[in-house]
C-alpha cells in the first residue's frame, strides 16, 4: 500500500507562482518506479501535467505545461514536488499526485497507468 498526500494548494493571485508538495508513506513505496502530477477541474477530465522516473528523476511534461511547470522529487524525504509559474484562471482545479508501480510507453500519461492516488489539493488563481 502507498499513501500519498498533497499540500501547497489555496487561493493565489494570476500571475504568481506555487509549489505544490506530495509526500508518500507505505511499505510498497519502494516499489514505485514513476510519479505524476494530474489536476481536474470541475466538470473535465482529469489531465496529465508532468512524471518523473523515481530513481532517475527524469521528467516529461505535457505539451500544455512544458515550459511552466517543473517536477521534481526529493527521495530522501519521499517527496514529490510541482512548482507551476505564471499562473493563470484557468489553472484553477484539483492537483493530485500519483504513484505507478510499473510502467510501458514512457511518459505515462493515462490515469489508468497509476496505481495509487492522493486525495487532491485545490488551488484557486483568482485576482
Known amino acids: 500500500q502507498v499513501d500519498l498526500v498533497e499540500s501547497g494548494g489555496g487561493l493565489v493571485r494570476p500571475g504568481t507562482s506555487l509549489r505544490l508538495s506530495c509526500t508518500a508513506s507505505?511499505?510498497?513505496?519502494?516499489?514505485?518506479?514513476?510519479m505524476a502530477w494530474f489536476r481536474q477541474a470541475p466538470g473535465t477530465e482529469r489531465k496529465f501535467i508532468a512524471a518523473?522516473?523515481?530513481?532517475?528523476?527524469?521528467?516529461s511534461y505535457a505539451e500544455n505545461f512544458e515550459g511552466r511547470s517543473t517536477i521534481s522529487r526529493d527521495s530522501a524525504k519521499d517527496t514529490l514536488y510541482l512548482e507551476m509559474h505564471n499562473l493563470k484562471v484557468e489553472d484553477t482545479a484539483s492537483y493530485y499526485c500519483?504513484?505507478?508501480?510499473?510502467?510501458?510507453?514512457?511518459?505515462?500519461?493515462?490515469?489508468?497507468?497509476?496505481?495509487?492516488w492522493g486525495q487532491g489539493t485545490q488551488v484557486i488563481v483568482s485576482g
Open positions: 500519483a504513484a505507478a508501480l510499473v510502467y510501458g510507453h514512457w511518459p505515462p500519461t493515462r490515469p489508468g497507468n497509476y496505481n495509487y
Open positions: 507505505g511499505r510498497t513505496f519502494s516499489n514505485v518506479v514513476a
Open positions: 518523473i522516473t523515481w530513481a532517475e528523476g527524469f521528467a
